[in-house]
């Protein structure tokens, strides 16, 4: 069976940081079916510690790939650590060793990188998941109708938030001044709208796929609109000290999160199936609907996701969430590592 554990149990009693990190535990069905196969390893199954957000949809290929033995067949006994607190909490395990490797969000994680954490990010590994809903009624069309209006948020530092403040800014508009955000929790930002409380919300799938099924509700924007169609949204981060002592796993690791990827873009109902049990307010159909929304075909390393990370920062100096003396190119050497060359 494999196993799945809370951050809980791995922190030290003198910090106790990570009390917020649900324990949880998995029963995955297994699956076949890989996009392509598995390059031979000479050596036993070397054991990580991968932390995911078992709730988020971007990381649906993290099941999929624990069920169907893809991370064995690539020479790495992944064990999953549900993650649930805060992003600096995460990347602090990660640089001290109470996990290997985690999976997150680029707008939630560059910030939070900037402190200096020993985490490096190998890749890029899909795009999309982000949506701005708004009410039919209010007649937001555009990033521009956001003027004057509510936007309801899961909170403040979101990576909804921050994308689409950007956007706000490219509009011609001050995200803090020309748009009133109210935080909410998450499954209740649908009903801050029924209630008049917000024009417009902000989140990620699978909040947000529910709730452009809704018909008083329309989808105005996602983070494959337009420029960013091949802009990937969620990295793979890895401890430093594992990067230097054992390149070689870190590769494996990458290339059976590639492999997985894949198996989303050509065979996203393998995915679902291993995934569903995670989303309760999602149907499996729903969440094959969310993969093929997304792109998953499409993963970056090297130069590519540095190029990448370079912009998301430009970009979010326009936020002000990034400092404007934040040297952007420096950064995303400092924090990127090229495992696969």
Known sequence: MPSER?????????RNFLKSFAAASLVLPAFGGLARAAEPVGSAARPLKLAWNAGSACVSTVAYAKSSGLFTKHGVEVELVNFS????????????????AGVGMALRWLKPLEQGFDVKIPAGLHGGCLRLIA????????????????????????????????????????????????????????????????HALA?????????????????????????????TCCLLGVRGSLIRDDKAV?????????DGWHTAASNPE???????????KASQDDVVG???????????????????????????K?????????DAESFARRITADVLA
Do not use: C
């Open 135 to 198: 009410s039919k009624a209010s007649g937001i069309a555009t990033i521009a109708d956001l003027k004057g209006k509510t936007v309801a948020v899961a909170d403040m530092a979101s990576p909804a938030k921050n994308f689409f403040s950007v956007q706000l800014v490219k509009a011609g508009l001050d995200p803090t001044r020309d748009v009133e955000w109210r935080q909410y929790p998450g499954n209740l930002l649908g009903l801050a709208i029924e209630k008049g409380e917000a």
């Open 6 to 14: 809370s951050l809980l149990s791995l922190a030290p009693n003198r």
């Open 318 to 326: 326009l936020a002000q969430v990034f400092r404007p003396s934040t």
């Open 203 to 231: 989140d990620n799938d699978p909040v947000t796929w529910t709730y452009r099924k809704d018909p008083n509700l329309v989808e105005i924007a996602t983070n494959l609109s337009g420029e960013y169609h091949d802009r």
């Open 85 to 100: 607190g805060s992003t600096d909490q995460l990347l602090e395990a990660i640089a001290t060793g109470k996990a290997d």
């Open 270 to 280: 393998a995915v679902a199936k291993a995934f569903v049990e995670f989303t309760p």
């Open 290 to 316: 969310m993969l093929k929304s997304h792109h998953h075909h499409q993963q970056v390393t090297g130069d590519a996701l540095r190029g990448q990370i370079v912009k998301y920062v430009d970009e979010l």
């Open 250 to 258: 870190v590769a494996r690791l990458t290339e059976a999160l590639f």
